[in-house]
């Protein structure tokens, strides 16, 4: 016996498996729509499958998608339906995306007044896990996160089986059984939405007390395709009866006083004297006339938008972030270069002295910081300290003018990018021509033979009708910051370069390769010349040139700077851009709402010309894990130490000053040169298919020890497994590690350098094979601790 069954359900899961094949035969592209498929925990017998879509098309106009859940899952069903399809039913259904203020045409506060209608229900956005809980038969239930259930390979304890726990004890609480709400679920057909906050389990950003640690129920849905959710009254009640932990709310009556009342709430942050991140409003479409912004759902359909505070959520986060960099440091913590992006606020300045001095008087009390143990409890500390006289006193002395702004020297001004491809630098340009009016000009839109004069020449045009223009270039050469300032030398007053940086010494190179390498094949083919490929990844070699080719901005190259963070989301970065453009200009600071039609600008925004010609890739030379190690950070503290060996600390630093690091710290998986065995192409088949994957699993391998012969300096990797088991969803990274054959694992190593171009990397590989059979004449070891690097399976060309 399945849930409540029918056509229209049946066709929109038919939808989505005809996009999945489509995916399969899409030649490499970013994938539109994930399934994942499981045995019920309560029932083996009842096959789940869990559909989970690109986050990216959510905001695209019209849909791709047949529906805009996030999270859904669904069972197959005997028999076929009239036209022949297989049939299925809706198991569990999480709510519709829904976007913030602006960030899509329906969600401006003028969309929002037309076409939505009283009682605007304003639920507290809990800072925990989503969990679904839904019935698989009059008896038995499911309880899942947003894309999976059940446990995970590798994770003590998965967020379903936390929720599950959780669900148990409320029910206890109670009095009644998994059978009993299985039952009423069963009969509404509803699927029961809540929160999982529970500070031992995981830590986030907000605190929650063991009173209310647990499920924070803030939902009911249909179980079917189209979105219809339980008003909160009723969602309320249903919390009491069984013993779930109710979720906060308000209702107001006109979307003026939604906008009154989070705007002051705003001002702190707080809302009945705790922070709080933000709030779903919860709505009901209406018939309202066809115009710019008309909503994309029927009237009478539930609706919800969100609304986020910056403050303290942002600054908190920020702690947080700063925190782990410096645990993750090896060496003197006051000489660590923290992103400044982060170092805004004076809170946060006094935060990191504060911090570094209770990491160095006892770091014992961090030891579960980096798998999200104690981040609260070391906030709460650092707040208490800033209450009591010692905070107190140096918060005074530290307190600086966060309005304070320059008196301008300069007339207009050119904003800069120094940057990469797939930092998000146009991104950030359109977001900002949209905000302040600013001119805005891409060198990849110049099709004339000698591009770079063109370029510059289009700036110098702009200049004379607009006092700011936006110079989208890389710019990630001297030259080309040199060339801007020398074409705008004869203007009186003169002309501002300010800076829009993303540091590339901020993470490894790998990391930041990584990052900007997958915006690129999200976005696709919307670019004008670098195109995204799964399968080519010939962007990924447009990427590294870059990455290789790039010159530090010099101090007095420009006129004034901000910080950008490389690792940032769209919606953070231009919150730092927009900070950084406020202060250096004066501006007005823009509302929340314009920020949000600025990103939703940026998602429609689409370039005036774009080449079919993708970029030829090179055939893939070798398989290995690209590691994002920072070499220098592991082996300089322990090569410097007095009991290191002398060989190895005199090879260390021989290999600093000629330039001889590696650049791209890589363990090699299999060459193509040694295909031989069946097992090395059996190998090489599953390393494509990692490399090639659009959403490719993260590893991380241990080290523990240097090894040097006076030839090679190599790092053995003592153990390889999934970086984040629950964020593999579909296993394929626990399966590759399982099916790595021994004699891989046993050869597995990082070159560090060798001693000239004439000693071929590949002795690595050998020196490390007689380590391993005990054969230690000649190599020297110096000791790591235990160190964990992440990397991905990426095919390598050179």
């Given amino acids: 016996m399945a849930p409540t069954y029918n056509d229209a ?33 309560a029932d083996p017998f009842i096959k789940i499958e869990s559909w989970k879509m690109d986050e990216f098309k959510y905001y695209a106009i019209p849909s791709p998608f047949p529906t805009l859940a996030r999270g859904l899952f669904s069972t197959p069903l005997e028999g076929t339906t009239e036209d022949g399809t297989p049939r299925h039913c809706i198991v569990a259904r999480g709510y519709d995306k829904f976007f913030n203020i602006g960030e899509v045409p329906w969600t401006t506060w003028d969309a929002l007044e037309r076409e939505t209608c009283a009682p605007y229900t304003l639920t507290l956005k809990s800072n925990g896990c989503i969990v679904f809980i839904a019935p698989l038969s009059p008896d038995k239930l499911i309880v899942c996160s947003k894309h999976s259930l059940g446990p995970i390979e590798g994770v003590q304890e998965s967020h379903a089986q936390a929720g599950e726990r959780w669900l148990e004890a409320h029910l206890a609480r109670v009095g009644r059984t998994k059978a009993d709400l299985a039952q009423t679920l069963w009969e509404k057909n509803w699927t029961a939405v809540a929160e999982l906050c529970d500070d031992e389990f995981e830590e986030h950003v907000l605190p929650y007390s063991r009173d209310k640690s647990g499920l924070h129920l803030h939902g009911l849905n249909a179980s079917t395709g189209a979105f219809l959710t339980q008003p909160q009254l009723v969602v309320d009640a249903f919390a009491r009866e069984w013993g779930f932990i109710v979720t906060a709310s308000t209702e107001l009556s006109s979307i003026a006083d939604v906008r009154s009342f989070t705007d002051a709430i705003a001002q702190t942050g707080r809302w009945n004297g705790e922070p709080v991140e933000g709030f779903v409003v919860r709505t009901t479409v209406v018939d309202s006339p066809a115009g710019p912004g008309t909503s994309p759902y029927a ?14 959520y942002m600054m908190y986060r920020d702690w947080r972030e700063v925190t782990r960099t410096l645990l993750a440091a090896r060496g003197t913590l006051d000489a660590v270069s923290l992103p400044k992006s982060k170092m805004r606020r004076v809170e946060t300045r006094l935060y990191v002295k504060w911090v570094i001095g209770e990491i160095q008087r006892d770091r014992s009390q961090f030891d579960g910081f980096a798998k999200g143990r104690g981040i609260i409890a070391t906030r709460e500390r650092f707040l208490e300290w800033m209450k009591a006289r010692e905070g107190a006193e140096a918060a005074a002395e530290s ?6 702004v320059e008196d301008k020297k300069f007339g207009k001004t050119i904003i800069v990018p120094v940057a990469v491809p797939g930092v998000g630098k146009t991104a950030i340009a359109v977001a900002l021509s949209h905000l302040f009016g600013f001119a805005h000009t891409q060198s990849d839109d110049v099709r004339a033979r000698k591009a770079a004069p063109q370029f510059i020449k289009n700036v110098v045009r702009l200049l004379k009708d607009h006092d700011v223009v936006i110079a989208d270039k890389n710019n990630h050469l001297r030259q080309h910051r040199e060339q801007l300032r020398a074409a705008v030398q004869a203007f009186s007053p003169p002309v501002q370069l300010l800076a829009l940086v993303w540091p590339l010494d901020s993470r490894p190179q790998a990391t930041i390769h990584r990052l900007c390498a997958d915006r690129v094949l999200a976005r696709g083919t919307n670019h004008q010349t670098l195109h995204g490929d799964a399968a080519a990844r010939a962007h990924e070699d447009v990427i590294w040139k870059f990455l290789h080719q790039a010159e530090e901005l010099g101090e007095h190259e420009v006129d004034a700077m901000i910080e950008m963070d490389v690792t940032e989301d769209l919606e953070d970065a231009l919150d730092r851009a927009v900070d950084g453009v406020v202060r250096a200009l004066g501006l007005p600071r823009p509302t929340r709402e314009q920020v949000g039609e600025a990103l939703a600008a940026v998602r429609g925004y689409t370039p005036a010309s774009i080449d079919a010609q993708a970029p030829k890739a090179t055939p893939v030379r070798y398989f290995g894990l690209l590691t994002e190690l920072n070499i220098p950070d592991v082996l300089g503290t322990a090569l410097a130490a007095p009991d290191a060996p002398k060989m190895t600390h005199a090879f260390w630093a021989a290999l600093e000053e000629a330039g001889r690091v590696t650049l791209r710290p890589h363990a090699t998986l299999v060459h193509s040169r040694s295909l031989d065995a069946p097992y090395e192409r059996e190998l090489w088949a599953r390393c494509e298919g990692l ?10 391998a241990r080290l523990s020890r240097v090894l040097c012969d006076g030839r090679v300096l190599v790092l053995p990797v003592e153990e390889l497994r999934v970086d984040d088991p629950a964020a593999d ?5 626990a399966q590759f590690v399982s099916l790595l054959p021994a004699c891989v694992r046993e050869r597995l190593h990082i070159t560090v350098g060798t001693r000239s171009v004439d000693i071929a990397p590949v002795e690595a590989m050998a020196l490390v094979e007689r380590w391993r059979r005990g054969e230690t004449e000649g190599i020297e070891e110096a000791l790591l601790g235990e160190v964990w690097v992440r990397g991905r399976v990426k095919g390598l060309r050179a």
């Fill in 9 to 41: 359900d049946s066709r929109l899961i038919n939808d989505l498996h005809y996009l999945v094949s489509a995916n399969d035969k899409g030649g490499g592209r970013r994938k539109l729509v994930r399934t994942s498929r499981y045995d019920a925990p």
């Fill in 299 to 312: 009237p009478g359909s539930s609706f919800f938008f969100k609304i986020k505070f910056d403050e303290p």
């Fill in 399 to 404: 307190t600086e003018s966060e309005d304070a």
């Fill in 691 to 700: 490399h090639t994957a659009s959403e490719p699993p993260m590893f991380s």
């Fill in 729 to 733: 969803e579909d296993q394929r990274g």
